[in-house]
């Protein structure tokens, strides 16, 4: 609420809150999506809870809950919408994903900050990481055991119906998504919401996947690179050289980024009040004017 402290769980307030701003697409995590979405049913519902789940469902036309978030053209394809006005695009839930969509994090826009993508690596992607290279050497040595003592004889699947040719196609997956997220993390990535959503998510472009959002995100990306919105903070982090050198031809964008010292146009002159004549002049004008007309 208002005046409350960022960090700080209002006393008796019935959920969790996830500060840092980060769900998973991971059933294995505290922080999975569907489950917070099941805490706040059973909190609202209690024990109607599993039935209310069921009805949602139903009205989404999805199987479970975790298909609706899971597809790119359900909800974020909603959120979208809903939240877009005229030209003006602002969803406040990124879903940044794997190429396939095998794993995803739902970013909060508003609790973003320059560590945002740092806790996506560390807290999130790379326990995942681990936890599925783990597999993959339990699923290698399971391979070796049977073809040593049974001969060439497929393995069997592990927990889930995942062989080993998916789960290290997952790995895969999982270590590219970590390297576009510390490669934006580096550029550097420090966001200022009033850039505007749409400016502020372009680095990232590459890890969404509704088309749509993708293709709008990726123009306004190359069209910040390419010094169009050098008004934007983003753009004095990522190429500060570039901006300050614009600065010292445009006063509005030195103003934008407080950098109004580097402008080498002189300011525009302001015309002084015109000095009241005296009234025994004004009158001598005025008849001097007569006669020579």
């Known amino acids: 609420g208002k005046g409350q402290k960022a960090g700080v769980t209002p006393e008796n307030y019935p959920l969790r809150i996830t500060w840092s701003g980060i769900l998973a697409d991971d059933p294995n995590h ?7 979405v ?18 949602a469902c139903e009205i989404l036309g999805v199987r479970e809950l975790r298909e609706y978030f899971r597809k790119s053209s359900s909800f974020f394809a909603a959120h979208l919408k809903r939240y877009s006005k005229s030209r003006r695009q602002a969803p406040i839930y990124w879903p940044l994903s794997t190429a396939s969509g095998s794993y995803t994090l739902w970013i909060y826009y508003h609790r973003l900050t320059d560590q945002t993508l740092y806790q996506c690596i560390n807290d999130f992607v790379n326990p995942k990481l681990e936890e599925v290279s783990r597999e993959v050497e339990k699923l290698k040595q399971q ?9 060439d004889i497929p393995p069997a699947p592990l927990k889930g119906g995942m062989m080993l040719e998916d789960l290290q196609e997952f790995q ?8 576009e ?7 550097p990535y420090k966001p200022n919401l ?53 600065c010292r031809t445009d006063r509005s964008i030195a103003i934008a980024h407080g950098l109004e010292h580097l402008c080498q146009l002189e300011l525009p002159k302001t015309k002084g009040k015109r000095k009241k004549k005296e009234k025994g002049q004004e009158n001598e004008n005025d008849t001097r004017e007569i006669f020579e007309d």
């Open 30 to 36: 505290p922080e999975d999506v569907v489950r917070r």
């Open 38 to 55: 099941r805490e706040a049913i059973e909190t609202i519902w209690k024990e109607k809870a599993d039935a209310i789940e069921q009805e």
């Open 143 to 151: 391979a070796h055991y049977q073809r040593s003592n049974r001969g």
């Open 172 to 179: 895969q997956e999982l270590k590219d998504f970590r390297d």
């Open 181 to 187: 997220l510390l490669r934006v993390a580096q550029l």
């Open 194 to 246: 009033n850039d505007g959503v749409l400016i502020t998510a372009c680095p990232l472009w590459r890890l969404f996947r509704l088309p749509k959002w993708r293709k709008d995100l990726e123009e306004c990306w190359k069209k910040l690179s390419a010094g169009e919105y050098d008004w934007a903070h983003l753009a004095y982090i990522i190429w500060p050289d570039r901006v300050k050198n614009v």
